[in-house]
C-alpha cells in the first residue's frame, strides 16, 4: 500500500499552483491517502470478466441546446494565471532553439 | 531553424513522367454554432482575448463538459451530404499532447469511432480535352468532431515564429470552438491532375458546407483549413498495374488556407518529392509547412517527435448514438447535391458552359444565386461577380466575398446600370467606394456625385461640337463606315466628363450623320 507523504503533497499542490495552508496540507494528506486506498481496493477486484467501459452510467445523448452562456470574463480567467501579457496566458517557451 | 533554405525541386512534367502522386487530403471545418463544443461559451470571431472563456475550455478541476446539441446535428448532416454512413454509437477521446494551445493537455476528440465514415463526394474538373467537365469520385474515409484549439502568440525572436520565441501569448477564445475533420481515403489515379483535383475538392466541400449552413468556410479566417498529404509511387512497369506499386512515403503539409494553396502546394510537394526520389535518396516522413509567399514547404518538426497521442475515451462524456429517426429527418434536411444543383441554377440562368465554369472557378454559385433573389438580373450578377470582383479576388489572391461586396450590393449596382442611372464605368468606380466602405453602390454613387446626364441638350450640344471638330471622321461615318463612329463617342464621353450613356450619344452621332 503506498503512503502518501506530506512532502508529496507539498509537491503536487505546487505543480497544480495550489497554495495550501500547512492545515490544509495535513488534512489533504490523510484525504488523499484514502482515496488512494479506496482506489487501490478497486485494483484487488478480478477484472477478467469485466469488459472495459469508459463511463458508469448507461447513458447515451447527454446534451445541451445551443444557447450563450456568459463566460468567466478575461480579469477573472488570467487572474488564476502565473503570467499574462496582452490579455492573453504567458507561457514559457515551447520548443528549444535549434 | 532556416526557412529560406530552397530544396531541390523536378520540374513538374518530368516528375509526373516518373512517379505517380497518391494524395490524401484532411480539412477541418469549424461549425457556425453560437456556443462551444463542451460548454456554452460563445464563439465571435475576433472577440477581445480570453473574454470567450469558462472553466470547461480552460480545463479547470472539476469542470464537466456536456455536448452541444446543434453540433451533433450539423456533424450528422456533413456526413449525410457527404454520402456517409452514420454511426449508431460512438464516443468521444482524448488525444493527449503537451503544447499549451489546449489548456486541458489534451484535445477531445474522437478516436475509432467517428460519427460518419465511409462516404464520397463527386468533384468537377475541367475535361482534360478541354471540353467540357469530368468527375473525380473522392472517397470519404471519416468525418469526425472535435474541438478547436487557442491562437499563440510568439514573443522574442526575430521572426515572430515558434523557432527562437523567448515566451507565447496564448487566447483561448478558439478553444473548444466546434471542429469536424473530414479525412479522404487516398486518392489514386489523378495524376498530373492531382493538384487541380485537390482544389476542386476543397472547393466543393466549401461550397457543399456553406450550401449545409453549418459554417462560415471562411479560410481566410481559419473558419475551412486543409491538410494536405501527399506521397509519389514509381511509374507502373509494363504490364503491371498501377496500384500493385506500392506507396511511396508520404509528407503532411500543413497551414494550406486557401483554394489556391491548396493546387501550389501540392503541385509543389510532387516537384520537391519528386527530385529527392530521382536522385535516390528517401521522402522523410514529416509535417511540413507551407508558405503562402515564397510558394514552397518548409520541414516542420513539431510534433515529429510526439506522435503518441495515447488516446483514451473521454470519461466525462457519455456516448453519442444517434436515434435512425433523427438521422432520416435530418437527412431531409440537406440540401440538393453541389453538382445538381448546377445544372439546375445554369439552366435557370441561361449561362453556357463556360460561363457557369467561371462562376464554378471563382466560388460564386451562391453569390450570383442570392444576387438574383435579391434582384439582380443572371447576366448582371456574373458579369460582376466573375468579372471585376474576379479579377480583384486573383490580384489580391482573395476569395470574391472577401471585399465586402454583398449580394445586395450587386443587386443594387446591377440595377443603377439597367435603370441608366450609371454606365459601366461609372458603376466600376461605384464599386470602388463600395469596397472602400463609403456605403451601399447608391449612397456611393450620391457621395460622389455619379449619374449619368440625362440632359439630352448637353449631350447634343457635345455630339455637335465633336462632329465641327472632327470633319474627316464624320465623313467617313457619313460614307457609311459606321465603326468609325466609335472614335467620335469617345470625344463625346471626354466632353461629357464620362457621365453620358455611351449608346445613346452613340444613337445621336449616327442620326447626326444621316445613317441612324
Redesign the interface.
Known amino acids: 500500500m503506498s503512503s502518501l507523504s506530506r512532502d508529496d503533497v507539498a509537491h503536487l499542490a505546487g505543480l497544480?499552483r495550489i497554495d495550501l495552508s500547512d492545515a490544509e496540507l495535513d488534512k489533504m494528506v490523510g484525504e488523499l491517502s484514502v482515496i488512494l486506498e479506496s482506489v487501490a481496493k478497486v485494483q484487488q477486484a478480478g477484472a477478467e470478466d469485466a469488459p472495459p467501459m469508459?463511463?458508469p452510467?448507461p447513458?447515451?445523448?447527454?446534451?445541451?441546446?445551443?444557447?450563450?452562456?456568459?463566460?468567466?470574463?478575461?480579469d477573472a480567467?488570467?487572474a488564476?494565471a502565473p503570467a499574462?501579457?496582452?490579455?492573453?496566458?504567458?507561457?514559457?517557451?515551447?520548443?528549444a532553439?535549434? | 531553424m532556416s526557412t529560406a533554405t530552397t530544396e531541390p525541386v523536378l520540374s513538374y512534367d518530368e516528375a509526373l513522367e516518373k512517379f505517380d502522386p497518391v494524395m490524401g487530403l484532411e480539412v477541418h471545418v469549424e461549425l457556425n454554432t453560437k456556443t462551444k463544443m463542451f460548454c456554452g461559451c460563445a464563439t465571435e470571431f475576433g472577440a477581445e482575448p480570453n473574454t470567450q472563456v469558462c472553466p470547461v475550455c480552460l480545463g479547470l478541476p472539476g469542470a464537466l463538459p456536456v455536448v452541444n446539441e446543434k453540433a451533433v446535428e450539423s456533424a450528422i448532416r456533413i456526413g449525410l451530404a457527404l454520402n456517409c454512413e452514420i454511426a449508431e454509437w460512438c464516443r468521444f477521446a482524448r488525444k493527449n499532447y503537451f503544447y499549451p494551445d489546449m489548456p486541458k493537455n489534451f484535445q477531445t476528440s474522437q478516436y475509432d469511432e467517428p460519427i460518419a465514415f465511409n462516404g464520397w463526394l463527386d468533384v468537377e474538373i475541367p475535361a482534360a480535352s478541354g471540353d467540357g467537365t469530368e468527375v473525380f469520385r473522392v472517397e470519404i474515409e471519416r468525418a469526425h468532431m472535435e474541438e478547436d484549439t487557442g491562437k499563440s502568440l510568439h514573443v522574442g525572436g526575430s521572426t515572430g515564429r515558434i523557432h527562437g520565441a523567448e515566451y507565447s501569448l496564448v487566447d483561448y477564445n478558439r478553444a473548444g470552438i466546434p471542429l469536424i475533420e473530414i479525412v479522404t481515403k487516398p486518392l489514386r489515379g489523378a495524376g498530373e491532375r492531382a493538384p487541380e483535383v485537390a482544389k476542386a475538392y476543397v472547393a466543393t466541400l466549401r461550397d457543399l458546407l456553406r450550401a449545409l449552413h453549418v459554417s462560415d468556410v471562411r479560410m481566410e479566417q481559419g473558419s475551412l483549413r486543409c491538410d494536405a498529404n501527399l506521397s509519389l509511387r514509381a511509374k507502373a512497369a509494363d504490364g503491371q498495374a498501377q496500384d500493385d506499386v506500392p506507396l511511396g512515403t508520404r509528407t503532411e503539409t500543413k497551414n494550406v488556407n486557401s483554394l489556391r494553396s491548396v493546387e501550389r502546394a501540392v503541385r509543389y510537394e510532387i516537384c520537391r518529392q519528386a527530385a529527392i526520389l530521382d536522385g535516390g535518396d528517401k521522402v522523410t516522413q514529416e509535417t511540413r509547412h507551407w508558405h503562402e509567399d515564397t510558394g514552397v514547404t518548409t520541414s516542420g518538426r513539431e510534433k515529429s517527435d510526439a506522435e503518441d497521442y495515447r488516446y483514451f475515451p473521454e470519461p466525462d462524456l457519455v456516448p453519442v448514438a444517434p436515434a435512425r429517426e433523427t438521422v432520416d429527418e435530418l437527412r431531409t434536411t440537406l440540401p440538393e447535391p453541389p453538382a445538381q444543383r448546377r445544372k439546375r441554377l445554369q439552366a435557370d440562368w441561361g449561362y453556357s458552359d463556360l460561363e457557369m465554369r467561371d462562376v464554378v472557378n471563382a466560388g460564386a454559385v451562391e453569390l450570383i444565386e442570392l444576387s438574383v433573389e435579391a434582384g439582380a438580373t443572371p447576366a448582371g450578377a456574373r458579369k460582376w461577380w466573375t468579372g471585376e470582383l474576379a479579377r480583384r479576388a486573383n490580384a489580391e489572391g482573395k476569395g470574391v466575398d472577401e471585399f465586402g461586396v454583398t449580394p445586395e450590393h450587386v443587386a443594387e449596382l446591377d440595377r443603377t446600370v439597367k435603370d441608366g442611372r450609371l454606365n459601366d464605368s461609372m458603376a466600376r468606380q461605384v464599386l470602388d467606394g463600395v469596397i472602400a466602405g463609403e456605403g451601399s453602390p447608391v449612397e456611393v454613387a450620391d457621395a460622389r456625385g455619379l449619374e449619368l446626364v440625362q440632359d439630352d441638350d448637353a449631350l447634343e450640344a457635345a455630339v455637335d461640337k465633336v462632329i465641327e471638330a472632327n470633319p474627316d471622321v464624320a465623313e467617313k461615318v457619313r460614307s457609311g463606315k459606321v465603326q468609325a463612329a466609335g472614335a467620335l463617342i469617345g470625344q463625346v464621353m471626354k466632353e461629357m466628363k464620362g457621365q453620358a450613356d455611351a449608346g445613346k450619344a452613340r444613337q445621336i452621332i449616327l442620326s447626326r450623320l444621316g445613317v441612324g
Open positions: 497544480a469508459s463511463h452510467m447513458l447515451t445523448n447527454v446534451t445541451r441546446p445551443d444557447e450563450v452562456r456568459p463566460s468567466l470574463g478575461a480567467a488570467l488564476m499574462s501579457e496582452l490579455q492573453r496566458f504567458s507561457v514559457p517557451r515551447i520548443l532553439e535549434d
